[in-house]
């Protein structure tokens, strides 16, 4: 039994953690609470019991996902070793992806990386998709604290204070927490970076496969990344006026008479979801905070997969029964790109060169949007706080057990590397000695940063900090060492793209 500062809670005992699920870190964003600031937890008496997981966030279906119509979701799971010497271990507080539309913290099961490397692993759920991420003027101020369109982020920050307030009673350092998160929980690890009000609430931070920039996608890549909030709110004033709630003065009693399932629905429309940037919570960009210092200075492990869009492709494909040709993939290079630098893009990437027209199309958008921008955001981080950069490698990791493979090679795909930190419910986990070795060494360098700030322990492949180059730590099966990311993904030539 542990004792919060809400209640009391009794988790599960296992052969080598203790875990504590579905236990409330806010209260239930439901009726007036709706789109507004989250409130403190109700206080319980006697021993609630804390051995399964909270209810997901309100969510449409999507491709792997299952739907969810509940609003009452703010719960969070607490993973601690079995067996510590240590009278306060390192927090590490999980940030689940999946755009900002789906997901949950229970789905990345941490027991294994709560024993290896002696740490507390706390993962939150938080408002999604239109519950989470909605801009829109008539619901300013008033419940909401700030500006609309980040309550998501709220959330993650009041889970935060849960852990400043909870950390001692599981044993854990408040003094030492890590934020970690992966695709749009990359992001909002780099909004946490910009936000002045999550400031002191994390020491350390992991970004894997974050979308930072606000870059302008074209139909297809996703869009969780942050947005300006003129462009939010005009988004959130259009799906107002389509669920029949035009007036601004009403739309918030409009909107909140509104049933779950309708709004779900509109979570994704085109746009998707993700941060707003412009005032309220997020005042900077994070690309415009990194690029002139004016961040949450803490260290730092950043990286991505060697080739993050293959899985987009794949999904994209598996949704709409239609695999990329030679002419769609020259179609979609021209609607990126327009028609000069398509042709010297077709000509660098040119689709007999590769497996299929979908892995070249794949290829280039790694290459242009990933890979390249993220050496750049290492650059700019790296003048002002430590960086340990890397590259997930592993050509063969493991692929969903629910999503059909596509035609090409799905190589180190976007979120191939969570099932080398977790045992998740969607990936089926190393398969080789040589990928369960990786497995142990990720894990050790991931926790071993969280104890120290620098991923580097005894058995493990030197990790060199950024140094303002092009060098990154690659990690392969059996090969861990460095990769010139630049020159992997032809950064040269894309800096010269629409110049």
Known sequence: MISTDAGAVR??????????????????????????????????????????????????KGLIDKA???????????????????????????????????????????????????????????RLGIFGFLAHPGLDHGAARH?????????????????????????????????????????????HLAAPGSAGLFHKAILQS???TGEKWSPGPPTWFPLPRTEREQH??????????????????????KPVKKLAKWSDD????????????????????????????????????????????????????????DASYRDEIHTLFGPTDAARILA?????????????????VTDWAWACPVLDRNRALSAHVPVYAYEFSDENAPWFTTLRKPNFPTGAFHGGELQYLFDDEQLPGPATSAQRQLSNQMMRYWSQFAHTGNPNGQNLPKWSPFQGGEHVQSLAPSAIGSADLAQEHQCAFWASIGN
């Open 236 to 257: 959130g004033l259009d799906v107002a006026s389509k669920l029949g709630c035009p007036n601004v003065r009403t739309a918030a009693s409009c909107l909140r008479a």
């Open 68 to 126: 969810s119509n509940t609003e009452d979701c703010l719960y969070l799971n607490v993973t601690t070793p079995r067996h510590s010497s240590a009278r306060k271990l390192p927090v590490m507080v999980w940030i689940h992806g999946n755009g900002f539309l789906n997901g949950a913290g229970s789905l990345y099961d941490a027991q294994r990386l709560a024993s290896t490397g002696n740490v507390i692993v706390v993962s939150p759920n938080y």
């Open 147 to 191: 500006l609309s369109g980040n309550f998501g982020l709220e959330d993650q920050q009041a889970a935060l204070r849960w852990v400043q307030r909870n950390a001692a009673a599981f044993g854990g350092d408040r003094g030492n927490v890590t934020i970690f998160g992966e695709s749009a929980g990359g992001t909002s690890v780099c909004s």
């Open 348 to 364: 660098r990437y040119p689709s007999d060169h590769f497996h299929s027209a979908g892995e070249a199309l794949s290829t280039v």
């Open 210 to 212: 974050a979308e930072c």
């Open 11 to 60: 988790g599960t005992l296992t052969a080598s953690t203790r875990l504590f699920q579905g236990i409330p870190y806010a209260a239930p964003p439901t009726g007036p609470l709706r789109w507004a600031s989250p409130r403190p937890a109700a206080s319980w008496s006697g021993i609630r019991d804390a051995t399964k997981p909270g209810n997901r966030c309100a969510q449409a």
């Open 270 to 325: 085109g746009l998707g979801s993700g941060p707003t940037t412009g005032g309220g919570v997020l005042p900077l960009s994070p690309q415009k905070a990194f690029a002139t210092g004016h961040f949450n200075r803490v260290p730092l492990i950043q990286g991505i997969t060697r080739d993050e869009h293959r899985l987009f492709t794949a999904a994209i494909e598996a949704a709409t029964g239609k695999q990329t040709t």
